[in-house]
């Protein structure tokens, strides 16, 4: 079957965080279309593309080969072709690889478009109900506990929401310290497998929520928001 005819430039294409079903028909459409697909990890990619069953040749471009990618894919859209990113999951660029890319594209003049789609940031803030006025977004937490602190610290008097991604090996540590820095009575929400089978979603206190995994082994990826200051 003859692709669909897409312009020559990179597309930042937005994957689901959890369920496949949450790609959009526009992407779907530029993964089909395009000439080749950079993804952080073609294993995890190659089960969305079978799934849809997108036949577009995909390559690794991730963190530890991003700079080296920047010639090669400049190169191909120089030459007509069109380049599709994507991460894991979510939106690349935002805590993933792919900003290197957009940056040495931009640099050269070759057109850049996005296909957007679900990211985690946006998807827990609307379930938390604290964004009504804005909200930071941190990433993810340092690894360290005495930068965690130091971060945590700058968060504590925000008016707005402070949102962090947070390994789930270091989740509980990490509500331990909110506690202690920003305070026992402010309330926290996590989020944790988003949009898949057994997604969880806890508000309250840092310790209360601490609670809830007692006994438990914490699994998925985890994002953590702390309400804004009074």
């Known amino acids: ?15 689901p965080i959890g369920n496949l079903g949450d790609i959009t028909a526009r992407g779907i ?10 993804a952080e990890d073609t294993r995890q990619t190659r089960k969305l593309l079978t799934h849809f069953e997108i036949k577009t040749h995909c390559i690794s471009c991730h963190k530890f080969n991003e700079v080296q990618r920047c010639d090669e894919i400049i190169e191909r859209i120089q030459g007509g072709q069109t380049v599709a990113m994507v991460t894991d999951s979510g939106m690349p660029c935002i805590s993933d690889p792919g900003s290197r890319i957009v940056s040495a594209c931009r640099e050269a003049g070759v057109m850049i478009t996005s296909a957007p789609g679900p990211t985690a940031v946006t998807t827990a803030l609307a379930l938390s109900g604290f964004g ?3 909200f930071l977004f941190a990433g993810f937490s340092p690894r360290k506990s005495g930068a965690r602190r130091r971060t945590l ?10 949102i962090f991604y947070e390994s789930p090996y270091r989740l509980l540590k990490f509500l331990v310290e909110i506690e202690e820095v920003v305070g026992g009575d402010r309330e926290v929400f996590v989020a944790r497998e988003l949009t898949k089978k057994f997604e969880e979603l806890l508000r309250g206190t840092a310790a209360s929520i601490r609670q809830r995994f007692d006994g438990r082994t914490v699994k998925g990826e985890c994002v953590v928001i702390i309400a804004p200051s009074n």
């Open 1 to 15: 079957m003859q692709k669909n005819k897409i312009d020559a430039g990179l597309y930042i294409v937005g994957t």
């Open 29 to 38: 459409e530029t993964l089909k279309a395009a000439s080749l697909i950079i």
């Open 132 to 134: 009504g006025h804005g």
């Open 153 to 162: 610290k700058q968060c504590s008097d925000l008016p707005v929401a402070s």
